[in-house]
């Protein structure tokens, strides 16, 4: 390899991931804002109407959406005036999260985009959410795992599961070949 070319990204393994996540924890809240106007929180606080609006959130993603999980749904925001998107999913290592990745990274991306303020939720803000914005992170703005890993943390405790985990090692080593290929525009601002 010539001095100066740079060596291909290369995913991390699940360990060394899980190393990052439980390194330099220390207590965050029920709610944590991770990136500039992107929250992550708890169920409670979904469901806290007057601490939305204090925050001034207007978009709510709830990745823990249906009536076996938080079920509050767009009419439960209609007198808050707050967009609703959600995703049905369980928290465990065998569901699939990725077919909900894209739209996720849609709707926050274009809450943003309006100057909203998004909130991304799940029962404790720590895996399916964690995971979500994670996801958005990459697609949208660019960042590979480990940058937007060490991002969130910076503001939160998440642990996503270890199959979410994978699921975004499969998403970032997607991305890195096709940035590596030059087949990936730069994320629009």
């Known amino acids: 390899m010539r001095p100066e070319e740079e060596p291909e990204y290369q995913t991390p393994p699940t360990c060394d991931l899980l190393g990052l996540l439980l390194k330099n924890r220390r207590p965050t809240g029920a709610v944590n ?7 992550v929180g708890d169920a409670f606080t979904a469901q806290n109407k007057p601490q939305l609006a204090n925050l001034g959130i207007t978009h709510v993603l709830n990745a823990a959406h249906g009536p076996q999980h938080i079920d509050t749904g767009p009419r439960f925001y209609n007198d808050a005036n707050i967009e609703y998107h959600g995703v049905e999913a369980s928290d465990c290592k065998d569901f699939d999260l990725r077919p909900f990745f894209r739209d996720a990274a849609e709707f926050i991306h274009v809450a943003l985009r309006q100057q909203g303020k998004v909130l991304v939720h799940c029962a404790r803000g720590i895996s399916r959410s964690a995971t979500l914005v994670l996801a958005y992170l990459m697609l949208r703005e660019g960042l590979t795992l480990v940058e937007a890993l060490e991002a969130v943390c910076r503001h939160r405790n998440i642990l ?4 979410f985990l994978n ?9 890195a070949r096709q940035r590596n290929k030059g087949q990936i525009a730069l994320p629009e601002k």
């Open 33 to 39: 804002e991770v990136w500039l106007n992107l929250y």
């Open 160 to 163: 996503p599961n270890v199959g």
């Open 167 to 175: 699921q975004l090692r499969q998403l970032d080593a997607s991305l």
